[in-house]
């Protein structure tokens, strides 16, 4: 694989994990790499194992110069729609960050307003060191909270699909009904309201 492209200057990765799912939030991070401490290994977080995207997350979070997570509410979702709510999410991350960036690189095809100028890169998670750590950060912490969700609503397997529209998970939305953590925006789910 090529190495991955480390841009000159402070410049801050954004990435979102969590757009497709059926229930819980979608979170974004912000993630400015400092160019002295490299970290091996970054990639598109769909292309590495949970073990080695929580071992990366915490490097990066050891080593980044600023990182930032920050996440849409499934409320947020319904009432916005999922991509105005990734672009909410992402604009939280970018301003939470503790060092100001001078650019953004948005993995996609579309950018959040900002206060800072900003690029989208397609497939940046994959291109662009910082947007890679965007997006490990991202999903490591989408996961965590899904885990956290299974704890609450055990029958639907959160566990085993985050959220995403599996036919258990939709099995599951059949025989349980739909939960307040579900996108009633989405149509499996306003599917299953609407033959309540």
Known sequence: MSALI??????????EAGRGPLAGPV????????????IAGLNDSKKLSAKKRMALAGLIRERALA??????????IDQLN?????????????????????????D?????????PAEAVVQGDAKVAAIAAASILAK?????????LHAQYPHYGFDRHMGYPTAAHC????????????RRS???????????
Request: net charge negative; proline share 7%.
């Open 67 to 76: 990182w930032a997570v920050a996440e849409a509410s499934v409320e947020e």
């Open 108 to 116: 996609g095809n579309r950018c959040p307003s900002l206060a800072i």
């Open 6 to 15: 480390v841009p000159e200057g402070l410049v801050c990765g954004v990435d």
């Open 140 to 148: 490591t912490v989408r996961d965590e909270g899904m885990l956290g």
């Open 82 to 106: 999922i991509l105005h709510a990734s672009m909410l999410a992402m604009q939280r991350a970018v301003a939470a960050l503790q060092v100001t960036p001078e650019r953004a690189l948005i």
């Open 171 to 182: 099995a599951a939305l059949a025989a349980h009904g739909v939960s307040p953590v579900h």
């Open 27 to 38: 979170v974004a991070a912000a993630v400015i790499l400092d160019p002295a401490r490299p």
């Open 186 to 196: 989405f149509a499996p789910v306003a599917r299953q309201l609407s033959l309540l």
